[in-house]
């Protein structure tokens, strides 16, 4: 089975701290992505790789960066977390298919 | 179905009764469908996909149909049980190679015994 690790499972950080969200996949999927998921708004993605060292913006990426320096591991930075990221952080990875397969999720409150 | 706003549209079915959930996609040139399950806690789990060349397509107790003229897709669960009770997420591939999706914004389906 595929599996897809949330460093964390929850998170409470201060406004301004710099915050790190790791993802880890284990089926040597090529695609990973990065979702906020707010009530009443679904899913946005925020970044995504499609290969190591590569990224591009998904639809709401101010105030995030994004790292892939192993194909395994897509980390979701915050430079300087604000009240407004407090949100369900959800990464997903994928192969040459469409099929995403989703984390746990990683509730983060910013204080 | 999906809207827009801060309210998840719900669906409020008996045990062993059918539930249909529906979702309105936004681009025609998407090729790619695709249902999520999401637990209270947990991340999205698939259900079942479909391409756009085909309008119906079935995988145990869940059966989704694609109407491409009126850009609508729907989910159906048969004889719908207690651990049912999830958001569902419809959710598009807009063509192109990057493998994005674009998810609706979920429907709270809860079953009652």
């Known amino acids: 089975d595929v599996k897809v690790t949330q460093s964390s499972r929850y998170l409470v950080k201060r406004t301004g701290e710099k915050v790190f969200l790791e993802c880890v996949q284990d089926?040597?999927?090529?695609?990973m992505f990065w979702y906020r998921q707010d009530p009443g708004l679904g899913l946005r993605l925020i970044y995504f790789s499609y290969d190591v060292k590569m990224k591009e913006k998904g639809d709401i990426p101010e105030g995030y960066s994004v790292s892939r320096e192993k194909k395994e591991r897509f980390s979701l930075i915050l430079e300087s977390a604000s009240t407004n990221q407090t949100s369900m952080y959800l990464c997903?990875?994928?192969?040459?298919?469409?099929?995403?397969?989703f984390g746990p999720g990683t509730r983060l409150t910013v204080l | 179905g999906e809207s827009v706003g801060l309210h998840l549209p719900t669906l409020s079915v008996q045990e062993g009764d059918n539930s249909i959930i529906n979702c309105a996609y936004s681009n025609s040139a998407s090729d790619y469908f695709i249902w999520y399950k999401q637990e209270s806690g947990k991340g999205p789990q698939f259900i079942i996909d479909?391409?756009?060349?085909?309008d119906k397509r079935q995988g145990q107790r869940v059966t989704v149909l694609l109407n491409k003229t009126v850009k609508h897709l729907s989910l159906q669960i048969a004889a719908t049980q207690p651990g049912d009770s999830a958001v569902y997420f419809c959710?598009?591939?807009?063509?192109?190679?990057?493998?994005?999706?674009?998810f609706g914004k979920g429907t709270l389906l809860t079953v009652n015994p």
């Open positions: 959710a598009e591939n807009s063509g192109g190679s990057n493998y994005k999706l674009t």
């Open positions: 997903a990875s994928s192969r040459d298919t469409n099929e995403q397969f």
């Open positions: 479909i391409r756009s060349n085909m």
């Open positions: 089926m040597d999927h090529e695609n």
